[in-house]
């Protein structure tokens, strides 16, 4: 994070200056779809940041970290469902919650080591997910409506999409803040020593264990503030918010932004969201002249491009956007 | 009691079809090393194929034969085409790029056979229920799809204790010891065995299909149980897969036919009713988490070298 | 022995059906460097695993400075002051030459539940750090990259590793292991040096630098102690002869 003048560091400045103009931008040209949008690209940078604690810097490779979105989501629409819309209940509760999830799912899975570790973060978010379905007190398959964003007295008023905005994006600056002096400290070194190698780490004496489980637990609870985010943002949660499908998208995000950079993961939602919105105009555009009226109907299938891409960002941008950036200052 | 041997024979069948599943991601793990996400899109594959050559010919047993081979030809070719590249990258890279795979598919279906899912007819001889039992009538559909896969079972069952092939890949060996020990192009052997597993996905989406309807992700929800199977067997060991989809596929439907009445004597009715089904659907995650707990290798471990 | 730094009474571990130990029985004294040798397979990287607690043993028993450590697993066994180096070069390979070290300190430095403050900017680290590096001869190197180190820096970095933990007891696998002759040369000097102030294991393949360094050698075939002692005791061994220095001595000419 020290400030020179390399090209990451100068996206990274615009990028952000971007996002603090964006509600001033939506005002003038009274565009409230785009406050939307950011604010969205916004709570899903700091769910993919809290995973980039734990797959990034710790290489875990957590597959099941959508279940805590989940699971703050919940806590914040099943406590306004039972007249409990005070934040300062709410919210508390959607981090501890994860948390105490995350010490759980961590103590099992984190004995085992690569693709069982996958396959069981999995199996656990998809266990939450099947719990989700059958809460038929709180909506079940079809979900939960709130109806009231979380109150926090006369602080802040969430209900105004303004000051929301800014709140989410103040709280995804202190999470890539808190995030960047964990990995260079201590705890963050030790965590990053059993990425690379664990049996040495335990070999100079490490109990790498209860390290990378801390670790778990701090990137549960942070996922779980973000999920109490996007729950007051959409007004409404479902089991859908943790399907798997969204545990992929979170790890596609720390990917194509760049693994272990601090702003990667932020990159990487904003690139993530634009191309779903920009890819079925991109479509319609380039099949137009050939199709005609057909290519509005090509736009829809947007994923046949997008699915793909994965596959190539994996065989040709191993480092993400992030990495491409820094290569672009030695070349 | 009638009641609960039906059931159990429909965990059986349940059990099995996972099994074929599982036994081909496991395959493909084992020798390949490599993650497929994307193996539920071959299920799902399965299962459109056959709902659209039964609409062409006429004939379920065409139109399962069709395919099957129609399975395995998009199964080699994926391999070909796409993840022969990720052969010895990390399980990340796996992941990320068989993610992709699914949009793709998903997509690629939605296009061709529409958002709409299909149906696919039994014929009748297929349809009617045979006694088993004195007084138990047990469709004969779903005693075909028992035998079918115990039959395939067997089969890999000798493909695995019986040849050189599976002797090398119980013993866990590397490439370049396949290729000394069976003298064969090594590529050609892994597409091969890709294809076997994309067949068996496929063979297991086709016999689905005719009891569930065919549609676009029938094949992500059952394939992360068939993670479920391969970590409680143990990933990589066949014998562990089949054992573990068998108490899967058992503990899954029973848990939810009976469930209900079990809680119902703890609980009063109207509990019992709410977690009942939020309960049964969680209990073979539970099993996993207990054998994770006890055996974090699985059931049947294969040595890793 | 009373002043025994390591015991080890009948340790066995069984692979399969291969022997690996076979009742091994050791007594390593306060001070001494015991050299094990033996022919491949003989056992002896699987003996440090032991020691090192990566292998669990069958049977038999371990003691450190008069403590049973069998069943400690390897981060305790290293906080007791038994560290280890690896045959095959296992370093954190993204991390700088002064990281890797750092971090062997830091494992010894109290627990690492520190969130907060920039563990690169700790004196406390880096200087002993520093100096680990400085004994083996690695000072210059300190902000490269362990990857694009050379085989025989890697060698001198697994040892300033080890150093770094401050152990009582090094148990070092093959340190000279694909070194050069100017590189061995420096090893063993270097171990000439630590040899003065640590008790040391040491398994080595390298003939000219076990006799020359050990205070005692112990032969190992199939897993099985088949002699112990002095480094003449040991050249003028007949069973020795027969079945490893013997045939070493013929191959090499």
Known sequence: MIASLTPRNVVVAVLLLLLAAVPVYAAV???????????????????????????????????????????????????????????????????????????????????????????????????????????????????????????????????????????????????????????????????????SNDRRMRAIGFPTFRYRLTAFVIAGAICGVAGALLANHTGFISPATMHWTRSGDLIVMVVLGGMASSFGPLIGAVALLSLEEALPVLIRAMAFPVFGDAAVRMAEYWQIVLGPLFLLVVLFARGGIDGLLAGARRG | MLLFIEQCLNGLQFGLLLFLLAAGLTLVFGIMDLVNLAHGSLYMLGAYFAATFAAWTDSFVIAALLALAATLVVGMALEVVALRRLYGRDH?????????????????????????????????????????????????????????????????????????????????????????????????????????????????????????????????????????????????????????????????????????????????????????????????????????????????????? | MADALLEIEELTKRFGGVIASDSISLCVPKGELHAIIGPNGAGKTTLIGQLAGEIAADAGRIHFEGRDVTALPTDRRSQLGLARSFQITSLFLDFTVLDNVALAVQAHAGHSFRFWR????????????????????????????????????????????????????????????????????????????????????????????????????????????????????????????????????????
């Not at chain 1, 970290?65 to 629409?77: E, S």
């Not at chain 2, 890999?156 to 019986?162: F, G, K, P, S």
């Not at chain 2, 092939?165 to 090594?186: D, F, H, K, Y």
């Open chain 1, 29 to 195: 040209t009274a565009n409230a779809f785009l406050v939307t949008l950011f604010t969205r690209v916004i709570i899903l940078g700091i769910a993919a940041s809290s995973l980039n604690l734990i797959l990034g810097y710790g290489g875990m490779v957590s597959f099941g970290h959508a279940v805590y979105l989940g699971i703050g989501g919940y806590a914040v629409g099943i406590l306004a469902q039972e007249g409990v819309t005070s934040g300062f209940v709410q919210w508390p509760l959607a981090l501890f919650v994860s948390a105490l999830f995350a010490l759980l799912v961590g103590a099992l899975s984190l004995r085992t080591r690569g693709v069982y570790f996958i396959m069981i973060t999995l199996a656990f978010a998809q266990l939450v997910y099947y719990f989700g379905v059958g809460l038929d007190r709180y909506g079940a398959d079809d979900g939960l409506t709130i109806r009231r964003r979380s109150q926090f007295d006369d602080l802040i008023n969430l209900s105004d999409r303004t000051q929301f905005y800014y709140l989410c994006l103040a709280l995804l600056l202190a999470t890539i803040y808190l995030i960047w002096r964990v990995v260079n400290s201590r705890f963050g070194m030790v965590i990053q020593g059993a990425r």
């Open chain 2, 92 to 305: 990340l890279d796996h992941v990320l790029g068989t993610f992709g795979l699914i949009l793709f598919f998903n997509e690629l279906v939605r296009i061709i056979w529409g958002p709409a899912g299909m149906s696919l007819p039994l014929p009748m001889w297929l349809i009617y229920p045979i006694e088993i039992l004195p007084g138990l009538f047990y469709p004969t559909y779903r005693i075909a799809i028992i035998l079918t896969a115990l039959l395939v079972a067997l089969f890999l069952y000798v493909l695995v204790m019986r040849t050189r092939l599976g002797m090398l890949i119980r013993a866990g060996a590397s490439n370049r010891e396949m290729t000394g020990a069976l003298g064969v192009n090594i590529n050609l052997l892994y597409t091969l065995v890709f294809g076997l597993g994309a067949a068996l996905a496929g063979l297991a989406g086709l016999m689905q299909a005719p009891i569930l309807t065919v549609q676009i992700g029938m094949g992500e929800n059952i394939l992360i149980l068939a993670f479920v199977v391969i970590i409680i067997g143990g990933i990589g060991s066949i014998r562990g897969a089949f054992i573990a989809a068998v108490l899967v596929g058992l503990i899954d439907t029973i848990g939810r036919a009976f469930l209900p009445d079990i809680l119902r004597l703890v609980l009063s009715s109207r509990g019992a009713s709410t977690v009942a089904p939020a309960m049964s659907s969680m209990m073979i995650y539970l099993l996993m988490a207990i054998v994770l707990v006890l055996r974090p290798e699985g059931l049947f471990p294969v040595s890793s070298k």
């Open chain 3, 118 to 253: 920039d563990a690169r900017g700790e004196s406390q680290l880096r200087a002993p750090a520093r100096a680990a590096l400085a004994r083996v001869g690695l000072a210059g190197r300190a902000d490269v990259v362990v990857s694009n180190l050379s085989h025989g820096e890697h060698r001198q970095l697994e040892i300033a590793m080890a150093l770094a933990t401050r152990p009582r007891m090094l148990l070092l696998d093959e340190p000279m292991a694909g070194m050069g002759p100017d590189e061995s040369a420096r090893m063993v000097k270097t171990l000439r040096e630590l040899k003065r102030e640590l008790t040391i294991l040491l398994i080595e393949h390298d003939m000219e630098a076990v006799f020359a360094l050990a205070d005692r050698i112990t032969v190992l075939v199939y897993g099985r102690i088949i002699a112990s002692g002095t480094p003449e005791a040991i050249r003028a061994n007949a069973e020795v002869r027969q079945a490893y220095l013997g045939e070493q001595e013929q191959r090499h000419g």
